[in-house]
Nanobody, 129 residues
Framework: QVQLVESGGGLVQTGDSLRLSCAAS????????MGWFRQAPGKEREFVAA????????NYADSVKDRFTVARDSAINGVYLQMNGLKPEDTAVYFC??????????????????????WGQGTQVTVSS
């Protein structure tokens, strides 16, 4: 049974940094497409960042580009999301997602929730102004 567990969320001030981690179990995701999404109250879940392939191709939403970094963490069979220069508009529940290895992985960005098969429970990030 695949399980994704996020950690690292919290309450920070504008300009601070946080590092979210996503630990996976039940399967190896060393080259799978994995992504981060977020959902603020009253809003739809939106794409934040993704990584795919053993080479670690990454993609970012325009709103977080140059501030956030996604990378694999082999120690936890998962990924982390380094968030710098946090803004109040970054406040949301952040979810980790993984695409099943059995699905064909094309050389393109996976930015839709439907691109992923497994989800974590989410971790709250709150940025105060």
């Amino acid at each position: 049974q695949v399980q994704l567990v996020e950690s690292g969320g919290g309450l920070v001030q504008t300009g601070d940094s946080l590092r979210l981690s996503c630990a996976a179990s039940g399967r190896t995701f060393s080259s799978a497409a994995m992504g981060w999404f977020r959902q603020a109250p009253g809003k739809e879940r939106e794409f934040v960042a993704a990584i795919r392939g053993s080479g670690g191709n990454t993609n970012y939403a325009d709103s977080v580009k140059d501030r956030f970094t996604v990378a694999r963490d082999s120690a936890i069979n998962g990924v982390y999301l380094q968030m710098n220069g946090l803004k109040p508009e970054d406040t949301a529940v952040y979810f980790c997602a993984a695409r099943a290895m059995s699905r064909f992985t094309a050389p393109r960005a996976y930015t839709l929730p439907s691109d992923y098969d497994y989800w974590g429970q989410g971790t709250q990030v709150t940025v105060s102004s």
